[in-house]
T-cell receptor, first 114, second 112 residues
Framework: KAGVTQTPRYLIKTRGQQVTLSCSPI?????VSWYQQTPGQGLQFLFE???????NKGNFPGRFSGRQFSNSRSEMNVSTLELGDSALYLC?????????????FGEGSRLTVL | DQQVKQNSPSLSVQEGRISILNCDYT??????FLWYKKYPAEGPTFLIS?????DKNEDGRFTVFLNKSAKHLSLHIVPSQPGDSAVYFC???????????FGTGTRLKVLA
């Protein structure tokens, strides 16, 4: 069974640009979450989607957005990039519909903003 | 406000001994807890979970203890192996919020 797939794995952008990251969940998983990891900050929750609906959003500015498609694949977008957006962005999928249960993470997309 | 805290940034343990990683939380509404292990350049890997209706859960070398009155959970690894060297994160969730709050991680080093 394939795991969570994130693309691209690495990318470099400059300030002011925008970026789109993609996530394909494990087959059969309908919940997809996004987290940002920066040194010393652990994993910070960005948003969670289930059946194309955003059920919760973390404390990030409106520049961070996401969506989920009917096949459960998800994308997140960051517009007007800032230096502080440099981080590892992790996508996780879950089989549970109630919001609890194990999260299965992808390997992440490492974004560097210059 | 850090609702989930891992106050030890790092821990070193001899191979074969017990590793104890600690996690404290402040939100009494958290009812599900997870532990993850993370190697560099990889995504976090699920280790073990515990529901608030239990106070202990075991899976092989890994045991998680939950003390609800103290709002404290711990992960015990026995015996520790060099391959266990990684960063360990605890995470907590409140039913209905559809999100996990993660701690900042503890870097475990198991010395051969």
């Amino acid at each position: 069974k394939a795991g969570v797939t994130q693309t691209p794995r690495y990318l470099i952008k400059t300030r002011g640009q925008q970026v789109t990251l993609s996530c394909s969940p494990i087959s059969g998983h309908r919940s997809v979450s996004w987290y940002q990891q920066t040194p010393g900050q652990g994993l910070q929750f960005l948003f969670e989607y289930f059946s194309e609906t955003q059920r919760n959003k973390g404390n990030f500015p409106g520049r961070f957005s996401g969506r989920q498609f009917s096949n459960s694949r998800s994308e997140m977008n960051v517009s007007t990039l800032e230096l502080g957006d440099s981080a590892l962005y992790l996508c996780a999928s879950s089989f549970r519909t109630g919001g609890t249960g194990e999260l299965f993470f992808g390997e992440g997309s490492r974004l560097t903003v210059l | 406000d850090q609702q989930v805290k891992q106050n030890s940034p790092s821990l070193s343990v001899q191979e074969g001994r017990i590793s104890i990683l600690n996690c404290d939380y402040t939100n009494s509404m958290f009812d599900y807890f997870l532990w993850y292990k993370k190697y560099p350049a990889e995504g976090p890997t699920f280790l073990i979970s515990i529901s608030s209706i239990k106070d202990k859960n075991e899976d092989g070398r890994f045991t998680v203890f939950l003390n609800k009155s103290a709002k404290h959970l711990s992960l015990h690894i026995v015996p520790s192996q060099p391959g266990d060297s990684a960063v360990y994160f605890c995470a907590a969730s409140e039913r209905g919020t559809y999100k996990y709050i993660f701690g900042t991680g503890t870097r475990l080093k198991v010395l051969a």
